[in-house]
């Protein structure tokens, strides 16, 4: 399957402070984003995903390794098939909606009707012509979008679109993303905190943890229905084991036997929640266990 | 081409929208409305005084609104963030750089050309004979204007905008008193004065050689090359800075 973006060991270190005090907000991840998928890009706060996108963008540079897009190029020769969504989107308030966006359309000589295409797409038909100002914070992620979406991209690349946003704004921006998405070949990567939504809209996930790379790849690969996650308290502490559903009776069973505590019987569906929640557990008790 | 007239168009858009430029033309306006109150308090001086005024007024507004937005314009989009949703754009950091100083460049030419208007009026209300050349020391207080804002919004990149603004000022200071400083290093018998001299004179622009006010006060002109000699100078001080603030803007991270 062809890629749309490809890092490697990418690494990001901030000298913060008066005298220089190293802080690494990236940890040699790499992982690859395939073509006509939505990827989702998780991460508690404080994780690097904000620093993950600035440094695909070029807004600021690695310390180490490289992101490439489309097969090895860099994103400076293919802006124009990328669209970006900040996560804090920033306009001058005294401009409209319409000029806003008749601005960026002249990079790329966009016509009229696409950029009155995408004011009916993300809703803001009779805002348009308002001081941005005057705009809600979703109204400003959707004419952001709007403008990710002038030149029809390949890839849109959203960071922290849903967040803040009431329920009625997230749902016009996932119909949003989601009709992009189902055009042929076009991918979207996507930042959020936001699960219930990411389970809505992602086939892809990239999972990250204190700058370092969790998990990558297809969720549903990694759900196995038959599988119950077993919590149990031992004389020597909390244990979590799995087990299928043919070995369940035999498990339970030997639990009695060792009189140990039964605390929870969760069954593995198909929640990017559970995996996630899992993933950064495990990962916190290797932190700890490191730290001795 | 057409990247840099798209973004200096929107960023000229942003700067006459900006409430400093509105401040800025009517403090202007009004030194310029003033200076013809003033005349008739002086005794046989009334054109001069009048003129004088007039021109000084002109040169605070601009030289002020220079300082201050060459401090906060493109400081305010890195604060803001603005600045990620425009980078991401077909177009290159140096573009975006030279299309703030090129949108500077025609606030300041409408700006200037409005003061040249109004004191064209003051003028002839004074009944002063040196009409035909009263463009000149608006063309000094112009490149003055703009050398600042370049070295305000240089400034800007790396320390606060209090900080831009207060070294923006000290260059103004510094940069008018040149002459002073070329006469110590002729006449001080002190090698560490002539030595700091030395150093002020090569790194600071000379910003008397743009100050052409007396000359249309007092009607005394020089050659013309000596204009077009001096314009030039002002200009390469611009372009000087403009280069090292591209280079260090290229080189930045916009967490």
């Known amino acids: 399957m062809s890629t749309v973006l490809e890092c490697s060991n990418v690494t990001k270190i901030f000298k913060t402070g008066f005298i220089p005090k190293p802080v690494k907000a990236l940890d040699k991840i790499s992982f690859t984003i395939p073509k006509g998928k939505v990827t989702g890009f998780l991460g508690p706060n404080g994780s690097g995903k904000s620093t993950f996108l600035k440094v695909a963008t070029e807004l600021i540079k690695p310390s180490e390794g490289k992101v490439t897009f489309f097969g090895g190029k860099n994103f400076y020769s293919v802006k124009k098939d990328i669209g970006f969504v900040p996560e804090k989107p920033a306009y001058p308030v005294a401009f409209s909606g319409l000029e806003i966006l008749k601005f960026h359309a002249a990079f790329t000589g966009v016509s009229k009707q696409r950029i009155d295409e995408v004011v009916d797409l993300v809703v803001l038909t009779d805002a348009i012509k308002r001081p941005v100002g005057t705009y809600s914070k979703g109204m400003q992620q959707r004419l952001s979008i709007a403008q990710a979406l002038l030149d029809e991209p390949q890839l849109l690349i959203l960071d922290e679109p849903l967040s803040g946003l009431d329920p009625d704004g997230r749902e016009i921006l996932i119909n949003v993303i989601k009709n992009y998405s189902e055009k042929p070949g076009r991918s979207v990567f996507l930042s959020s905190h936001l699960l219930e939504d990411l389970q809505r809209i992602c086939n892809n996930l990239v999972i990250i943890h204190e700058g370092r790379l969790l998990f990558t790849g297809d969720p549903e690969e990694v759900f196995n229905p038959n599988e119950f996650r077993l919590t149990i308290k031992k004389s020597d502490g909390i244990k979590k084991i799995r087990v299928n559903k043919d070995g369940l009776n035999t498990e339970l069973k030997k639990i009695i036997d060792n009189g140990d505590d039964l605390h929870e019987v969760v069954p593995q569906n198909k929640s990017i929640s559970s995996l996630y929640f899992d993933l950064m557990q495990n990962d916190k008790s290797k932190i700890e266990q490191k730290r001795g | ?255």
């Open chain 2, 1 to 255: 081409m057409s990247t840099i007239i798209n973004l200096s168009k929107f960023f000229f858009k942003d700067l006459i929208h900006r409430r400093i430029f509105v401040v800025a033309a009517v403090v202007g306006l009004a030194f310029i409305v003033l200076s013809m109150l003033l005349g008739p308090l002086s005794f046989n001086e009334e054109k001069r005084l009048a003129i004088n005024f007039s021109l000084a007024g002109s040169q605070i507004s601009l030289i002020f609104l220079a300082v201050l937005v060459g401090s906060s314009f493109l400081k305010s989009d890195i604060e803001s963030k603005a600045i990620h949703g425009i980078l991401t754009r077909p177009l290159s950091r140096p573009q975006y750089y030279v299309s703030k100083l090129a949108s500077f460049f025609m606030c300041l030419l409408l700006l200037s050309f409005l003061m040249w208007l109004a004191f064209l009026l003051t003028a002839l209300m004074v009944g002063f004979d040196g009409i035909s050349v009263s463009m000149l020391p608006f063309l000094g207080i112009f490149i003055e204007a703009l050398l600042l804002f370049s070295f305000a919004m240089f400034l800007s990149l790396f320390t606060s905008s209090f900080l831009a603004i207060g070294a923006s000022f000290s260059l103004f200071l510094v940069g008018h008193w040149i002459p002073t400083f070329e006469y110590l290093i002729r006449n001080s018998s002190q090698s560490v004065i002539k030595l700091i001299g030395t150093i002020i004179v090569w790194v600071v622009p000379n910003l008397e050689s743009f100050n052409w006010k007396s000359h249309l006060t007092y009607n005394e002109w020089l050659p013309v090359e000596t204009y077009a000699q001096f314009s030039a100078y002002g200009l390469i001080w611009v372009l000087c800075i403009t280069f090292f603030g591209i280079f260090i803007f290229t080189k930045q991270d916009f967490a």
